[in-house]
Nanobody, 125 residues
């Protein structure tokens, strides 16, 4: 199993920016995909963004598409630049790692086998 460590969370005001980072170590996937999910208070975990190395493709939830940018930093590290933050972005943000296979749906949490512990993002109005 891979170990994923997130960093960069914090408490900010509406309109501010934050940059989350995630680094993976341990096992290596031949065709990796890494993603960010978040879990708002008392709500289900939801997809935020994903990056697939093959084809350098990025995927976003509609709610963050214009404001957030996912990027990679090497073979097993991703960042999430979050701009124009809103109170509804408040959540525990998780990094996830999976292996791309035929039919992989980047937005599906079951596609990912390894998860970080999460980093808290709190946006105040």
């Amino acid at each position: 199993q891979a170990q994923l460590v997130e960093s960069g969370g914090g408490s900010v005001q509406t309109g501010d920016s934050l940059r989350l980072s995630c680094a993976a170590s341990g096992r290596t996937f031949t065709n990796p995909i890494m993603a960010w999910f978040r879990q708002p208070p008392q709500k289900k975990r939801e997809f935020v963004a994903a990056f697939k190395w093959s084809g350098s493709r990025s995927y976003y939830a509609d709610s963050v598409k214009v404001r957030f940018t996912i990027s990679h930093n090497g073979a097993k590290a991703i960042n999430l630049q979050m701009n124009s933050l809103k109170p509804e972005d408040t959540a525990l943000y998780y990094c996830a790692l999976g292996q791309v296979a035929a039919g992989t749906v980047p937005e599906g949490y079951r596609e990912y086998t390894d998860w970080g512990q999460g980093t808290q993002v709190t946006v105040s109005s």
